[in-house]
């Protein structure tokens, strides 16, 4: 009783395997069914108010009230800074915003102008 096998189409092997698809569609068919109506069902559910999340953010601003807050430090000003600064308040009686001499100005242009030649040297800009 044994079948070997031949040139033609196995018959039953495609049938066996046609009535194991059918099954597969109509299984998922029915699946997807149930999940839309169990979707519907969750929509309709009425949702709870969200008063639990103003609450913990009540309790979060506490919280950042009550922590300390990092120091800033503040850089002292040079001691020709500080010169200027007198000078300028005393000579013009009140208290202007502070100009930077032209010594320092200079020195800092000269400075940039030294980091241009070196970008220009390694041919950067």
Known sequence: NVKLGGLGP?????KEKKKKLKLQKEYSRQIKEYNMKNITLVQKLPTKPQVTSSVSRQKALEYAKK???PKTFMTRPSD???KEEVLSQTSEGSSFPKIPSLEALRSRHEKEKEVVAAFKALHIL
């Open 10 to 14: 196995d018959y039953e092997a495609i």
């Open 67 to 69: 922590i300390p807050r």
């Open 80 to 82: 020709k800074e500080v």
